[in-house]
């Protein structure tokens, strides 16, 4: 997940082709690259209207538009598809890199291959299928504009189809041909084996699932096949070689994950972040910040962590919270010495740390699953984060403790006042988006449109900064992180629920119940638990599949719903962001502009006094219900 960079390792330059097939080539995919980018931009401009519409005739109009959500539905599946075809173009699906920055010049080019071949495997074996299940919608019809569903899954084979085009493309410009014929050999040959074993495979219950999750998944994300691709080709795999499931079934659970209504504040909370950061918003916020506590040893440290609790309040997308951030911060932190890898480190750890902080997508989805209250949820989640905080300011105090300040000039009162003065109407706006949830105005989908909103007109009247060539950029910068995300979730979905009907999670409950210790050791074994599934099913797709089960499971062992809530959230959010599996650490990393090997020692720290902040919160569930 990258804003405007390349966090892939480059590989060897290919063979320069002949100068007339390289511009017709490089002339194709510059005009293919503008019929895809303009498109999607303008599918994010259509969704902020859409959802602002709605918000404004509802609520000041009193006459509420029945099909604006079934409108932004349809819309947002083909933003969806579209951005992650613009992210497949410019290298930005997620992928681990750590061992291909350790192989030979030779053998990180295979990979870098191997990459793109996986991507184009995986588009390759789901078209003809999403195609069906396109045709196959044709028969439903939406309750209130009266339109067959295949307006909205005609998404699917479209940008599956784009997607084996921009794979072709790739693999001519970037890629020797014999690195792409040995790519596809190796496809080739790994399923002749599995052709070849599915009787055996099939006879030997849920150890296959090792073979496939286990083993297969972690295979293809440690050659550096993007995160999306190896849950996906892990899951056809499985489905294909031990059960009679036809392939449309990944396609429509794909389209499930990714069509889920919650995940409409994806790209416009993503927008809102890289329009806060425009406007000088965070710049403010940092700034009043850094001016209380940016004269201290490792202050700006701690100014990391308050800021991405304050922006943390304004956008549900932690990719837009660490891009509204980082940018901000980073290059005066590498001017006072902070190395590069303790940087990244941080930036990853806070975002762990304000996982349960309003509004929480992830929250939203636990409320929407499990019948807990989204107000109590709200309520519940803002202390647990001041918990982490503390323990991860704890070791940067440790760490930097000895830091040279002698440099750094204390500001005087005025200048703190100007400070906050400034930054009174960025500080303002996490308390507007807050409230307009709480008193009813937006749902938790539409409330980050009346962020737009605040965010335009205060860049535009109260700090007049507002660059409007960096709009276009912007929106499809949007696109292109929403679909690589969605992407993700698309193909987690699909896998949880190959691992629901194997009865695996079904299994896990059972067995979760039964443990000694009571509430302590439910809540402690829950914690291990989302830690893992937090790394490699991302909050929502594990939500989706384990919140039914547990959350009961709860209740009968007497944890209160919110508390197990904060536990399980916190406890996903240290897997999505530790590596080597966490794709928010990769995240992270691209948007910091910084490579992930830098940061792997720096972090271990970090995720310890996460561990340790989270075991405060399990101990005290005061944290947790305190409030309500």
Same mark, same amino acid.
């Given at each position: 997940?990258?804003?405007?960079?390349?966090l892939?390792?480059?590989?060897?330059?290919?063979?320069?082709?002949a100068?007339?097939?390289?511009?017709?080539?490089?002339?194709?995919d510059r005009?293919?690259?503008?019929?895809?980018?303009i498109?999607?931009?303008?599918?994010v $401009?259509l969704? !902020? $209207? #859409?959802?602002?519409?709605?918000? $404004?005739?509802?609520?000041?109009?009193?006459r509420?538009?029945?099909?604006?959500?079934?409108?932004?539905?349809?819309l947002?599946?083909?933003?969806?598809?579209l951005?992650?075809?613009v992210?497949?173009?410019r290298?930005?699906?997620?992928?681990?890199?750590?061992f291909?920055?350790?192989a030979?010049?030779?053998?990180r080019?295979?990979?870098?291959?191997?990459?793109?071949?996986a991507?184009l495997?995986?588009?390759?074996?789901?078209l003809?299928?999403?195609?069906?299940f396109?045709?196959?919608?044709?028969?439903?019809?939406?309750?209130?504009?009266?339109?067959?569903?295949?307006?909205? *899954?005609?998404?699917?084979?479209?940008g599956?189809?784009?997607m084996?085009?921009?794979?072709?493309?790739?693999?001519v410009?970037e890629?020797?041909?014999?690195?792409t014929? %040995?790519?596809?050999?190796?496809?080739?040959?790994?399923?002749?084996?599995?052709?070849g074993?599915?009787p055996l495979?099939s006879?030997?219950?849920?150890?296959?699932?090792?073979?496939?999750?286990?083993?297969?998944?972690?295979?293809?994300v440690?050659?550096? $096949?993007p995160?999306?691709?190896?849950?996906?080709?892990?899951?056809y795999?499985?489905?294909?070689?031990t059960?009679?499931?036809?392939?449309?079934? #990944?396609?429509?659970?794909?389209?499930e994950?990714?069509?889920?209504?919650?995940?409409?504040? @994806?790209? &416009?909370?993503?927008? &809102?972040?890289?329009? !806060?950061e425009?406007?000088?918003?965070?710049?403010?916020?940092?700034?009043?910040?850094?001016? +209380?506590l940016?004269h201290v040893?490792?202050?700006?440290?701690?100014?990391?962590?308050?800021a991405?609790?304050?922006?943390?309040?304004i956008?549900?997308s932690?990719?837009?919270?660490m891009a509204?951030v980082?940018?901000v911060?980073?290059?005066?932190?590498?001017?006072?010495?902070?190395?590069?890898?303790?940087? #990244?480190?941080?930036?990853?750890?806070?975002?762990?740390q304000?996982?349960?902080?309003?509004?929480s997508?992830?929250l939203?989805?636990?409320?929407?699953?499990?019948?807990v209250?989204?107000?109590?949820?709200?309520?519940?989640?803002?202390?647990p984060?001041?918990?982490l905080?503390?323990?991860l300011?704890?070791?940067v105090?440790?760490?930097?403790r000895g830091e040279?300040?002698?440099?750094? @000039?204390?500001?005087g009162?005025? *200048?703190? &006042?100007?400070?906050?003065?400034?930054?009174?109407?960025?500080?303002?706006?996490?308390?507007? !988006?807050?409230a307009?949830?709480?008193?009813g105005?937006?749902t938790?989908?539409e409330?980050?449109t009346?962020?737009?909103?605040?965010?335009?007109?205060?860049?535009?009247?109260?700090?007049?900064?507002?660059d409007?060539?960096?709009?276009?950029?912007?929106?499809?910068?949007?696109?292109?992180l929403?679909?690589?995300?969605?992407?993700i979730?698309?193909?987690?979905?699909?896998?949880?629920?190959?691992?629901?009907?194997s009865g695996?999670s079904?299994?896990? %409950?059972?067995?979760?119940?039964?443990?000694?210790?009571?509430?302590?050791?439910?809540?402690?074994?829950s914690?291990?638990a989302?830690?893992?599934?937090?790394?490699v099913l991302?909050?929502i797709?594990?939500?989706?599949?384990f919140?039914p089960?547990?959350?009961? !499971?709860?209740?009968?062992?007497?944890?209160?719903?919110v508390?197990y809530?904060m536990?399980?959230? +916190?406890?996903?959010g240290?897997?999505?962001?530790a590596?080597?599996?966490? @794709?928010g650490y990769?995240?992270?990393c691209?948007?910091?502009r910084?490579?992930?090997?830098?940061g792997?020692?720096?972090i271990?720290?970090?995720v *310890?006094?996460?561990?340790?902040?989270?075991?405060?919160?399990?101990l @005290?569930?005061w944290?947790?219900?305190?409030?309500l």
């Amino acid at each position: 997940m990258q804003l405007d960079v390349q966090l892939d390792a480059p590989a060897p330059a290919a063979p320069v082709p002949a100068a007339g097939q390289s511009s017709y080539l490089q002339t194709f995919d510059r005009v293919f690259g503008r019929m895809v980018e303009i498109p999607a931009a303008i599918l994010v $401009v259509l969704e !902020i $209207v #859409v959802l602002l519409s709605g918000v $404004v005739s509802r609520y000041a109009l009193h006459r509420p538009l029945v099909w604006s959500d079934e409108l932004a539905s349809i819309l947002f599946l083909w933003l969806a598809m579209l951005g992650t075809v613009v992210a497949f173009r410019r290298g930005e699906h997620m992928r681990m890199t750590a061992f291909v920055g350790m192989a030979t010049p030779r053998a990180r080019a295979f990979m870098d291959t191997l990459a793109i071949v996986a991507g184009l495997v995986f588009v390759g074996v789901l078209l003809e299928p999403a195609f069906e299940f396109a045709i196959e919608e044709s028969w439903v019809y939406t309750p209130a504009l009266d339109l067959p569903n295949t307006w909205r *899954a005609a998404a699917l084979p479209v940008g599956f189809a784009l997607m084996l085009v921009t794979a072709v493309l790739r693999l001519v410009q970037e890629s020797d041909w014999r690195l792409t014929g %040995a790519a596809l050999a190796l496809g080739a040959g790994l399923a002749a084996v599995l052709a070849g074993l599915s009787p055996l495979l099939s006879g030997i219950g849920n150890l296959d699932l090792l073979v496939f999750f286990l083993l297969g998944v972690g295979a293809l994300v440690f050659s550096g $096949v993007p995160i999306a691709f190896a849950f996906g080709l892990s899951t056809y795999a499985y489905l294909m070689s031990t059960t009679y499931a036809p392939a449309m079934v #990944v396609v429509g659970r794909m389209d499930e994950g990714m069509s889920h209504l919650i995940l409409l504040a @994806v790209p &416009l909370f993503i927008f &809102l972040g890289l329009l !806060i950061e425009m406007t000088g918003m965070a710049r403010a916020m940092v700034g009043f910040l850094a001016s +209380l506590l940016g004269h201290v040893r490792g202050g700006l440290h701690y100014v990391l962590v308050g800021a991405m609790y304050l922006v943390s309040g304004i956008s549900g997308s932690k990719a837009a919270d660490m891009a509204a951030v980082a940018p901000v911060l980073f290059p005066e932190m590498k001017a006072r010495g902070a190395k590069e890898g303790d940087l #990244v480190a941080l930036l990853s750890a806070t975002g762990a740390q304000t996982e349960t902080i309003p509004p929480s997508i992830v929250l939203i989805t636990i409320g929407s699953v499990s019948g807990v209250s989204i107000t109590a949820l709200f309520t519940g989640g803002l202390l647990p984060a001041v918990v982490l905080g503390a323990t991860l300011c704890a070791l940067v105090w440790w760490r930097y403790r000895g830091e040279d300040m002698s440099h750094v @000039v204390r500001p005087g009162r005025k *200048a703190i &006042l100007k400070a906050l003065v400034v930054a009174v109407p960025a500080l303002a706006l996490p308390f507007v !988006i807050r409230a307009a949830v709480i008193e009813g105005v937006a749902t938790a989908t539409e409330v980050s449109t009346i962020g737009i909103v605040y965010a335009v007109l205060a860049g535009l009247l109260v700090y007049r900064q507002f660059d409007w060539r960096r709009l276009m950029p912007m929106l499809v910068t949007t696109a292109t992180l929403s679909g690589a995300i969605l992407l993700i979730i698309g193909a987690a979905t699909a896998m949880a629920w190959a691992l629901t009907q194997s009865g695996f999670s079904q299994a896990l %409950a059972v067995a979760m119940k039964e443990l000694p210790g009571g509430a302590l050791g439910f809540l402690a074994v829950s914690a291990l638990a989302f830690i893992v599934l937090g790394s490699v099913l991302e909050g929502i797709p594990a939500i989706v599949l384990f919140g039914p089960l547990m959350f009961p !499971i709860a209740r009968a062992v007497g944890v209160h719903e919110v508390h197990y809530a904060m536990v399980v959230v +916190l406890a996903m959010g240290i897997g999505l962001f530790a590596p080597p599996f966490g @794709v928010g650490y990769y995240a992270a990393c691209a948007i910091s502009r910084i490579h992930p090997d830098a940061g792997m020692r720096p972090i271990i720290g970090y995720v *310890a006094a996460l561990l340790v902040g989270l075991i405060v919160i399990i101990l @005290v569930p005061w944290f947790s219900i305190g409030f309500l």
